[in-house]
């Protein structure tokens, strides 16, 4: 049986708070701060996402106000300090991921790309959604008797059939006990383990057994 495997579609928020290229610095402000987001998506025509606008797009009209840059890596942040509309401050293209992409990938592009939130498009480009970090650890949220169920389903069963494993779930952490012959199967185990979605780590109590 195998493994089923979370998606961004399955943590994401899919009412998303979005902006138009005309709307004002002081309008995405507010809103950001009325809805307790680090950024918004700029949307055009019936909701293609072109770009966007982010806290640190907005932070340059504070950070210039009263000093110009010193730095050749700052003109670029620095232009947007007079930028008063969000096609002028937005990000573009937009770093976006799909509903259906593993929710491991979705946490990839931010690492990789410094970013906290990700709209959710699909495959035309159209908003279906936002994804945040906070969405992404909702899979730590599973119950330890299902990560229990799962495991022993998908992947027990499959890597030391007709072997008695003892194995425990607590707080997201498994530990498995009992005797296996084939010690090759230990980092199989414990890789195939740590893939489950939800669970924190993975402890091995193992013993040897030679065959007679």
Known sequence: MPAPRYTVSDVMTHTAIAIGREASYKEIVE???????????VLEGEGRVVGLVSEADLLPKEEFRRTDPVLPEQLEEASKAGAVLAEELMS?????????????????IMARKHVKRLPVVNALGMLEG????????????????????EIRQTVLT??????????????????????????????????????????????????????G
């Not at 799909?98 to 990839?108: I, K, N, S």
């Not at 010690?183 to 195939?192: F, K, M």
């Open 31 to 41: 809103l950001m701060d009325q809805w307790k987001v680090s950024a918004v998506p």
């Open 92 to 108: 573009s293209p937009a770093i976006t991921v799909h509903p259906d992409a593993p929710v491991a990938e979705a946490a990839r």
């Open 130 to 149: 936002v994804v945040s970090r906070s969405d992404l650890l909702k899979v730590f949220l599973r119950p330890d008797e299902e990560l229990e169920e």
């Open 158 to 211: 499959e890597l030391t059939p007709g072997v008695d494993m003892e194995f425990a779930v607590q707080d997201g952490v498994v530990t498995l006990r009992g005797p296996l012959r084939d010690r090759a199967v230990v980092p199989l185990l414990a890789r195939a383990i740590h893939a489950v979605e939800g669970v924190v780590d993975v402890r091995m109590e193992l013993e040897s057994t030679i065959a």
